[in-house]
């Protein structure tokens, strides 16, 4: 699975603003994409990255089942693994998105740590 070129741009930004690891931000990216969108569907063609994904950061072993499930819950349909992917991607895409929204409606002393543990009931 690739990002593009705007998905890894947003990516690197959040990493920076959260002081984590690229596989958790993926993570914590297709969660918001999935719980968050309205829509997912695959993703237009775009310039990629030249970064590739593999989708065990996002699911590992029998969890990909479970990720699968979710997303034919949200799509309304079935999907074959082909799909799976490009599906896995665009709610990384649409995640990152969202987080830059969030982090472009912050203020400068704000910390987007923070902002997140509140919006999600944690803090």
Do not use: W
């Not at 920076?16 to 993703?43: N, Y």
């Not at 969202?98 to 803090?123: C, P, Q, V």
């Amino acid at each position: 699975m690739k990002l593009s070129k705007s998905g890894f741009e947003i990516l690197q930004r959040v990493m920076a603003e959260l002081e984590m690891e690229r596989p958790d931000v993926l993570r914590l990216a297709f969660a918001k994409g999935l719980t968050e969108s309205e829509l997912i569907q695959e993703r237009e063609k775009e310039e990629m990255a030249n970064i590739e994904i593999p989708v065990s950061v996002i699911a590992k072993g029998d969890d990909i089942i479970l990720i699968k499930h979710l997303l034919i819950d949200k799509v309304q349909t079935q999907i074959n693994d082909e799909a799976l992917d490009k599906l896995i991607v665009s709610c990384i895409e649409q995640g990152l998105e969202i987080m830059n929204e969030e982090l472009n409606r912050l203020t400068g002393a704000d910390s987007y740590f923070f902002y997140l543990l509140e919006k999600h009931g944690i803090a």
